[in-house]
């Protein structure tokens, strides 16, 4: 038997990772939701949600970035360059 042979031979996975579905669980449709659950799992989503952030270094790290860029618009000033760029005079500098 080939390697292809053998791959066909095996048979679909069904996603239950178990046995076979049964034929009640096959025939069950999704419950239908209505608009209005569907609005109130968001509200309640959102909510969860509302004020969240990641706890780690880099992401207040890059808050603190943002919010300076923004003090610097609000203030008309102009935010500094980023830290990997560097403005050259002209051609005899750059490398």
Same mark, same amino acid.
């Given at each position: 038997m080939t390697p292809?042979?053998?791959?066909?031979s095996e048979g679909v996975p069904t996603g239950t990772f178990g046995g076979p579905r049964t034929e009640s669980e096959l025939r069950a449709a999704p419950a239908a939701s209505t608009a209005s659950q569907q609005? #109130?799992? =968001? @509200? /309640?989503?959102?909510?969860?949600?509302?004020?969240?952030?990641?706890?780690?270094?880099?992401?207040?790290?890059?808050?603190?970035?943002?919010?300076? #860029?923004? =003090? @610097? /618009?609000r203030a008309g000033e102009h935010a500094a360059p980023p830290r990997h760029l560097r403005i050259v005079r002209d051609d005899t500098h750059a490398a």
């Open positions: 292809y042979e053998r791959l066909m609005a #109130a799992r =968001r @509200a /309640a989503l959102e909510q969860a949600q509302h004020g969240w952030r990641l706890p780690d270094e880099r992401s207040e790290r890059n808050r603190e970035r943002t919010r300076e #860029a923004q =003090r @610097a /618009a």
